[in-house]
């Protein structure tokens, strides 16, 4: 299964920018990758592993921020669409 997590983190002031640029680094480091600026996934084997990331996910999360988790099942995952411009490269890491 895939763990899709999409955040919104205020970035107003100078201490907000930096909170938001902490968390998508804890992101990286929890092992998700960046889908999109806000949209970030990860594949998740176990509802174990899928409890203890979503605790950590609260409780580091700023308190003017918020989240919404999808756990998308494999069949639905597999068949999604990406659609991309004529000037974007990808590198693909896995």
């Known amino acids: 299964m895939m763990l899709l997590l999409c955040f919104d983190l205020p970035r107003d002031s100078k201490e907000e920018r930096k909170q938001a640029a902490e968390y998508r680094k804890r992101l990286v480091e929890l092992g998700f990758s960046m889908k999109q600026y806000s ?10 592993t899928r409890n203890r990331l979503i605790e950590i996910l609260k ?5 003017s921020g918020k989240i919404t988790l999808y756990l998308l099942p494999d069949e639905i995952n597999n068949n999604q669409v990406t659609i991309l411009g004529n000037n974007i490269s990808i590198n693909f890491i896995r």
Do not use: F, I
């Open 59 to 63: 409780s580091e999360l700023p308190d």
């Open 39 to 48: 949209l970030y996934e990860c594949e998740v084997r176990y509802k174990s």
